[in-house]
Structures are given as C-alpha cells and as structure tokens.
C-alpha cells in the first residue's frame, strides 16, 4: 500500500534533527508558495496537497515531490566532491543560498539549497 503524503512527511520529521528551512509548493492554489520554519507549521490541507516541499538546512535537503505517487530525494553536504556557494536574489530583496558542485561517485552535478538570508 503506498503511503499518504502526511505519513511521509511525519517520517521525515522524525528523521530530521536540529533547525531548517522549508518552501511549501502547491501551482494549483493563489499564492501556493511559502516559506515555513518547521513542518508542523503546514496545516493538514497543506500536508496532503502539494507539488513539491523542500526542507533543507546547511547539511542537508530534502525534497517531496507529488505526482502519480510520492518521492523523495535527499542530497547532503558530504555528497559533494566540490561545491560552491551562490545567492540568488528574489523578487523580495532576499537571497537563497545554494551549493552547487560536482557529486562524488557519479559523473553529475549537484545542487543543494543551504539558508534563506532576509526572508521576512
């Protein structure tokens, strides 16, 4: 039996430990983007209905992506051979941090969101 978007995020909850980031996405919805500072912050509406959830921190991101089913992909800090780190800026005037490098044993880049600076 596949599991339901709640239990995964649930799960996930249980693995992550210390602070990070999340960005809400759900296209389907006026301003269906938002930027969270935990996943107990999103209602349950929000936990079942999505596009996509980042959850992410300096060592870490995670990604949720809803189609036909779920899947989850995850990128750490130590899966980078070399990296470096860029802002991009937004329509806000604030800036996402990312690291963006070479992955060790494949023959990929990678990217992995780190911080939000500025966010109100």
Known sequence: ?????IDRILDLKKEIEGDYKLIYMNYDIPNG?????NISDL??????????IVIFNDD???T???AHKIFL???EKDDFENFEERKLYMKDNSR???RIG????????GFQYVDFEGVR
């Open 60 to 62: 870490f991101m995670y």
């Open 33 to 37: 983007i938002k930027t969270v500072e």
């Open 96 to 98: 996402l941090k990312v």
């Open 73 to 75: 992909e995850k990128i």
């Open 102 to 109: 070479k992955l060790k044993n494949c023959d990929r880049d």
């Open 64 to 66: 949720l992506f809803k």
């Open 43 to 52: 209602n349950d509406y929000e936990r079942e209905n999505f596009h996509k």
């Open 1 to 5: 039996m596949e599991s339901r978007s």
